[in-house]
């Protein structure tokens, strides 16, 4: 099992000042959420989101939504599935209701996670194909 040492895990939240958009505290928002560069919600959110990027779901945050983002970093509340290229962050208080797809999977003491945990490297997986399954044998009869 491997063990990432404190400087090697991921950041848990930009600085303000590396944030393309925030959708802040008191505001809801339903749609289609696409964008480049960080995005931070701190309001209601219904819909999808859809990035290469990072999505930071701040404390007091309630998604209602499908996303697929590159690395998602969430201290509030995600209903629905995550799918993340690189990384999923949950730190406390978060509460996530969905199952979640990752390489990477960072969960903090204290955080509700309610769904099913799939780990592995999302850009190289294919779909899984049956294995072949090799013919028995011929058996001669004796006579």
Same mark, same amino acid.
Request: with cysteine; glycine share 10%.
């Given at each position: 099992?491997?063990?990432?040492? $404190?400087?090697?895990? &991921?950041?848990?939240?930009?600085?303000?000042? +590396?944030?393309?958009?925030?959708? =802040?505290? =008191?505001?809801?928002?339903?749609?289609?959420?696409?964008?480049?560069?960080?995005? $931070?919600? +701190?309001?209601?959110?219904? =819909?999808?989101?859809?990035?290469?990027?990072?999505?930071?779901?701040?404390?007091?945050?309630?998604?209602?939504?499908?996303?697929?983002?590159?690395?998602? /970093?969430? *201290?509030?509340?995600?209903?629905?599935?995550? $799918?993340?290229?690189?990384? /999923?962050?949950? *730190? *406390? %208080?978060?509460?996530?209701?969905?199952?979640?797809?990752?390489?990477?999977?960072? /969960?903090?003491? =204290?955080?509700?996670?309610?769904?099913?945990? $799939?780990?592995?490297?999302?850009?190289?997986?294919? %779909?899984?194909?049956?294995?072949?399954? %090799?013919? &028995?044998? %011929?058996?001669?009869?004796?006579?």
């Amino acid at each position: 099992m491997a063990m990432l040492k $404190r400087e090697d895990a &991921p950041t848990s939240a930009p600085a303000n000042n +590396d944030l393309n958009a925030l959708l =802040g505290k =008191g505001s809801e928002f339903e749609g289609k959420l696409t964008f480049e560069g960080t995005v $931070r919600i +701190d309001g209601k959110f219904t =819909g999808s989101v859809n990035t290469s990027d990072v999505l930071v779901v701040g404390e007091g945050a309630k998604l209602n939504a499908e996303v697929t983002c590159g690395t998602i /970093i969430v *201290h509030g509340e995600v209903n629905g599935n995550i $799918r993340a290229k690189s990384a /999923i962050e949950l *730190h *406390h %208080p978060a509460k996530v209701r969905g199952n979640i797809e990752t390489p990477s999977l960072m /969960i903090e003491k =204290g955080v509700i996670f309610e769904g099913q945990a $799939r780990m592995e490297n999302l850009e190289k997986a294919a %779909p899984a194909k049956p294995a072949a399954v %090799p013919a &028995p044998a %011929p058996v001669a009869a004796k006579a």
